[in-house]
């Protein structure tokens, strides 16, 4: 998977992926304005809500990695060795929230039932969920050019999934739903503290998940330095043959 041709058609699949994760965010977004503009809900607050969900947030974090990485690589990469720093420290980023996305949806949301007029569009939901995830997954495992990061990028992946639960907690309470009309929001059950278990249970999820990002989180980051030592061997390796066959 090391070749040119390799690497041509994994850059040109991520830049499809970014397209078809935008797509189907935008396919959704026409959805939820178009039921609010239908049942006479706040725009706005549909708008701003929408765009509250980790899953959507992480999603277009990813569709712009992703089609940022080919950019690059279709512009200026086709000779490098790796990815630029920035972009290799987003791309560990968008990776570890894309599988998040895709754990936390697929074992803990999928089977909830939504109220009237909030049900996803059905391919739009599952590119969202399952598919992008799943290329993310691809990706850390056999996607090219990837840089060796430090361990201390956890910082940066960590960074965004606090300050999105500090902000989901803070608005929670100041937002009125606009489909159920009660006097709060949060964008999943689980970090609702009115449900059945209260604080207890949100601070109880918000751990769980905290340290399911610092585990997939290290992984993504454990697993490209493996990578690319493996990728430092072999250079190495192949560099030492003519030295070897010449001394013959």
């Known amino acids: 998977m ?16 970014g397209a078809l994760i935008v797509a189907a965010i935008v396919r959704q977004l026409a959805a939820s304005i178009g039921t609010a503009i239908e049942r006479d809900r706040d725009l706005g607050v549909t708008i701003a809500n929408f765009f509250s ?12 990695v992703l089609l940022w990485a080919a950019v690059w690589f279709f512009t200026r990469g086709r000779r490098a060795d790796a990815e630029p720093t920035g972009l290799a420290v987003a791309l560990g980023c968008v990776s570890t929230y894309m599988i998040i996305t895709g754990i936390v949806y697929n074992t803990l949301l999928r089977s909830i039932e939504l109220p009237q007029g909030s049900e996803p569009v059905w391919w739009s939901n599952e590119v969202l969920h399952l598919i992008g995830p799943l290329f ?23 960074a965004f999934p606090i300050a999105w639960v500090v902000y989901t907690i803070i608005r929670g309470p100041l937002i009125t739903n606009p489909v159920s009309a009660d006097p709060f929001w949060y964008p999943y059950p689980f970090l609702n503290p009115n449900n059945p278990g209260g604080w207890p249970s949100v601070i109880l999820y918000v751990v769980g998940i905290a340290v399911a990002i610092i585990a997939v989180g290290a992984f993504v980051v454990w697993w490209g330095r493996r990578r690319a030592t493996g990728r430092l061997r072999s250079g190495e390796e192949a560099a030492s043959v003519p030295s070897s066959a010449a001394s013959r």
């Open 53 to 64: 969900f980790f899953t959507i947030l992480s999603n277009a974090a990813a569709a712009t």
């Open 2 to 17: 090391g070749t040119t041709t390799w690497t041509r058609v994994w850059y040109a699949a991520r830049a499809t992926m």
């Open 136 to 158: 993310l997954v691809a990706d850390v495992f056999v996607g090219p050019l990837r840089r060796a990061l430090p361990w201390s990028s956890l910082w940066a992946i960590v």
